[in-house]
């Protein structure tokens, strides 16, 4: 019983929360979607986003157990705001997206391991912490913790394996 309300909530923010977002955000990029849906989901992609500053490059990632892994899968798909990142990134992690939000340039593709394994921990990190600046890619420093930003960066690594 618990489980069902859980969802008819979810249902009902997701409706009430997310959907006049989807137009006004769908109108400004509409142009963009039609240029760009063709590249997203490339493997490799042109990467538009600049490197981390050196000493985040060497930084080892804390959080890679099992259950980080979990908590950064939650992020991903459910909880991080303003958006979740498979928003952008896909529920595959591919970088094809909910089409309505399709970023600037195309978001990354996680599951390309050329282009993963070429990016340090630490490059994630920054990114998801400072945002992409000149992309769509979002700063998420302000709602997540640092703690979270690692295990989303565990998590996104499974993607490529
Ligand atoms: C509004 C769309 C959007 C959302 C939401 C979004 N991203 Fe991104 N993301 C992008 C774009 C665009 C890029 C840049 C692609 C490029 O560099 O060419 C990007 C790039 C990245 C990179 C690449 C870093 C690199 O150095 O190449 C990482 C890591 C990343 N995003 C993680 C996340 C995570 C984790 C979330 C959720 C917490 C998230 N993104 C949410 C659009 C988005």
């Avoid at 137009?23 to 039609?34: K, M, N, Q, Y």
């Avoid at 050196?54 to 909880?79: C, I, M, R, W």
């Avoid at 928003?87 to 399709?102: A, I, N």
Wanted: hydrophobic fraction near 30%; proline fraction near 7%.
């Amino acid at each position: 019983m618990r489980r069902v309300v859980l969802v008819l909530v979810g249902t009902l923010v997701l409706m009430g929360g997310c959907a006049p977002a989807v137009p006004s955000l769908s109108s400004v990029h509409a142009e963009e979607v039609a240029s760009q849906t063709q590249s997203s989901g490339d493997c490799t992609q042109p990467r538009k986003t600049k490197n981390a500053p050196g000493v985040f490059q060497k930084k080892k990632n804390p959080h890679t157990s099992p259950s980080a892994k979990k908590d950064g899968k939650e992020l991903y798909h459910k909880t991080a705001k303003p958006f979740t990142c498979e928003t952008c990134h896909g529920v595959k992690g591919d970088g094809l997206g909910d089409p309505d939000f399709e970023s600037t340039p195309p978001a990354r593709n996680f599951t390309c391991k050329a282009t993963m394994d070429s990016l340090s921990d630490g490059q994630l990190f920054w990114i998801i912490k400072n945002g992409s600046p000149k992309t769509s890619m979002p700063a998420f420093g302000g709602n997540l913790s640092d703690d979270d930003i690692w295990k989303l960066v565990s998590y996104l690594r499974g993607f490529s394996k």
